[in-house]
């Protein structure tokens, strides 16, 4: 929105801006945020930053220690339009008191990888475009407690509901890209659209996904690693907002039915010069060239560690199974949407020639995982990774229908969130190319996703209750 601080201070003056909210993400991917009065702000606040404890933040600083320096970065501002006064937000560098950059900030993580690019590929840029996938219901409720555990929704063009609001409700299987009357949610997804684009953030499209009970997705244009992880952050705290705004909930949870299609984020990548993609060969495989294939040999090879960054929940391990949508083998294809890994056969030309990386999910901590991805694939192309040689395919079979000696010859991805946490921890290398991932960020984020997996593995299920309470 700025590309100074002087644009950013004329402009508070002169559309009578009354709050400014610093906001800062934390391990787990949430924002947090302070409010400044506008008419105390000036220079200092975008030039040295604002003192913020972080030790409220799990995975960040101790309570003894836990003083900081937040620095708005003023190309990021955007008006919320979720405060009653005029409020104008802007993203934060964290940085220690003597103004180095803090190692366990996910956004500097994310900017050390994206400037190590240029070490492996000489003038290359990456561009990233991730489809987020989200449910809304109408409403949402759960608890746990010593004697309890619950969740309901309701979700009427399900047929969940106590209303007596006439309704169509779907009879199809599979309702992706549905129309209206059976898009209920249409005019909520347009509202959250509204408010993305007007924060700066170019959307593609967005529609119906396949979840009958209303699951939705939007995906933006390609931009920069870091501006598409703003982006990602933006967007869901404008659909959050929007929602709650119309009436309903959102929620990125990556299985919250059982039964019903799960929520991934699928990210679109490749390396540009010049307008030109850096993958394509009209002659390689899927318009693949060298340096392609090497890239998407670098994620797949290293998919179980970046499972363990990028499906960041216990919930997320729920997606994957048989017969449903969420890939289960490493191996990639041209427009094969069973594999890790796909190359858009829409896209097989000089200008748009990429990857399509189908595994994470929206607990990641997108900073995060946007840097893995990368880094995962510079691995790839500086070591001049064969996928086909590392037996990752390619395949243009659905593998789910082949015969189960056939599907045995693929590589399995971890399908519980343990053996994701210990594939990270011994194959972290890759992530410190650059000086992006410190040791000590990494340690930090297995601490605490141990604690939630334990967590959630000590608690009864309500499952257990009907298979084994009367054994």
Request: proline share 6%; charged share 20%.
């Amino acid at each position: 929105m700025f590309s100074s601080t002087g644009e950013a201070l004329e402009y508070i003056k002169k559309h009578e801006i009354r709050q400014i909210d610093v906001k800062v993400g934390d391990l787990q991917g949430r924002w947090r945020r302070m409010t400044y009065s506008a008419q105390n702000v000036g220079e200092r606040l975008f030039e040295e930053g604002t003192g913020i404890s972080l030790s409220p933040y799990p995975g960040y600083r101790a309570v003894e220690s836990g003083d900081m320096k937040v620095v708005p970065d003023v190309t990021t501002a955007f008006l919320d339009p979720f405060h009653e006064y005029p409020t104008l937000s802007f993203i934060c560098n964290m940085h220690m008191n003597d103004g180095s950059r803090y190692v366990r900030d996910p956004r500097y993580v994310l900017q050390q990888a994206e400037a190590y690019l240029g070490t492996v590929v000489p003038g290359a840029e990456a561009l990233f475009s991730p489809e987020l996938e989200f449910y809304i219901f109408d409403n949402a409720s759960f608890g746990v407690e010593d004697r309890m555990a619950y969740y309901d929704v309701e979700a009427p063009a399900a047929g969940w509901t106590d209303s007596d609001e006439p309704l169509y409700r779907f009879g199809m299987p599979r309702c992706g890209q549905a129309d209206q009357p059976l898009d209920r949610y249409a005019h909520v997804r347009e509202h959250m659209v509204a408010h993305i684009e007007d924060a700066g953030i170019n959307v593609k499209y967005h529609h119906h996904e396949l979840g009958t009970p209303g699951q939705m997705e939007v995906e933006v244009l390609f931009d920069s690693p870091v501006r598409t992880a703003d982006a990602m952050m933006v967007m869901k705290y404008m659909i959050k907002n929007t929602a709650v705004e119309d009436g309903c909930l959102a929620t990125f949870m990556p299985k919250p039915l059982y039964g019903h299609a799960g929520n991934g984020i699928h990210y679109h990548q490749y390396l540009v010069n010049g307008g030109k993609s850096m993958f394509y060969d009209a002659d390689g495989y899927g318009g693949m060239n060298s340096t392609g294939l090497s890239y998407l040999a670098g994620l797949l090879h290293h998919t179980p560690a970046l499972m363990g960054l990028g499906n960041a929940s216990t919930n997320s391990y729920r997606r994957f199974a048989p017969n449903l949508a969420a890939p289960m083998k490493l191996f990639f294809g041209v427009g094969n949407r069973s594999s890790a890994l796909r190359i858009p056969g829409y896209a097989i030309n000089e200008r748009e020639a990429r990857v399509e990386y189908r595994m994470p999910d929206a607990t990641a901590n997108c900073y995060l995982i946007v840097a893995a991805q990368l880094l995962a694939g510079l691995e790839g192309v500086a070591k001049a990774m064969d996928p086909s040689a590392m037996g990752y395919g390619p395949f243009d079979v659905n593998v789910y229908a082949q015969p189960e000696e056939e599907q045995a010859k693929l590589k399995n991805i971890p399908t519980e969130f343990g053996p994701a946490l210990a594939a990270l921890d011994e194959d972290r290398e890759f992530l410190k190319q650059g000086g992006a991932f410190a040791d000590e960020l990494i340690d930090a984020w297995l601490e605490v996703k141990q604690a939630e997996l334990i967590d959630v593995k000590v608690r009864p299920h309500p499952q257990e209750y009907m298979a084994y309470f009367d054994l």
